[in-house]
C-alpha cells in the first residue's frame, strides 16, 4: 500500500528524486527502504531499477511516434491546404 503523499499521480518524478533513486539503487539500497525514505511508489523503483539495467538511465528513452502513421501523404496535404486557408 503506498499513502497519498507518495503517489505521483502518473507523472514523472523530479530530477533530484530520481537522481537519488538512482544512486539509493547503485548503492544496493532494498526497495522498501527507498520508497520510504524518497516517497515514491514500490513500482516506480522497480521501473527504474530495470530501466538502469536494460538502458543505463532511470528512464526509457522516447520511442519517437507511436501508432498509426499519417494517412495523407505530403503530396495529399499539399494540395489540400489552400483550401483550408480560405
Do not use: H, W
Amino acid at each position: 500500500m503506498v499513502g497519498p503523499e507518495s503517489m505521483d499521480g502518473g507523472r514523472t518524478l523530479p530530477p533530484s528524486k530520481q537522481q537519488l533513486i538512482q544512486a539509493l539503487i547503485e548503492d544496493g539500497a532494498t526497495p522498501k527502504s527507498i520508497v520510504e525514505e524518497v516517497k515514491c511508489s514500490r513500482a516506480t523503483v522497480f521501473n527504474y531499477k530495470n530501466n538502469l539495467r536494460d538502458f543505463g538511465m532511470v528512464l526509457a528513452p522516447s520511442q519517437g511516434r507511436i501508432g498509426r502513421p499519417p494517412s495523407l501523404t505530403e503530396e495529399m496535404i499539399e494540395v489540400y491546404t489552400p483550401y483550408q486557408l480560405k
